[in-house]
């Protein structure tokens, strides 16, 4: 069974830059659709950018140009590279797994839906 673990959470200052892992074990990520979704307080859980076994992305508005997600297969890791970070993306980021049918899109806008998850990690951008 996929078991998913996300190091590399933390603080940074506004304008500063985080990447986040998504590590896999139990099978390997080159065989599951991956997407990173965040929770903040008060606020519904969002998709932030998702990625498909065939190389399809798909980022939130907040995420575009700002963030990168990318796949390294002989890691069995994904990442989330978090670039020029703002006030309002502080939140538990959690990296979600399935084999998804459908599009990018739809995979992300039902996030909720996918099957395996990490425990999450917190992402802070405080001054």
């Known amino acids: 069974q996929l078991q998913l673990v996300e190091p590399g959470g933390g603080s940074v200052q506004p304008g500063g830059s985080l990447r986040l892992a998504c590590a896999a074990s139990?099978?390997?990520?080159?065989?599951?659709?991956i997407g990173w979704l965040r929770h903040a307080p008060g606020k519904d859980r969002e998709a932030v950018s998702c990625?498909?076994?065939?190389?399809?992305?798909y980022y939130a508005v907040s995420a575009k140009v700002r963030f990168t997600i990318s796949r390294d297969n002989a890691k069995s890791t994904v990442y989330l590279e978090m670039r020029s970070l703002k006030p309002e993306d502080p939140a538990v980021y959690y990296c979600?797994?399935?084999?998804?049918?459908?599009?990018?899109?739809?995979?992300?806008?039902?996030?909720?839906?996918?099957?395996?998850w990490g425990r999450g990690t917190q992402v802070t951008v405080s001054s």
């Open positions: 979600a797994a399935d084999q998804w049918s459908g599009s990018v899109q739809a995979m992300c806008e039902k996030g909720y839906t996918l099957r395996s």
């Open positions: 139990g099978a390997t990520v080159d065989h599951h659709d």
């Open positions: 990625l498909t076994t065939d190389g399809s992305i």
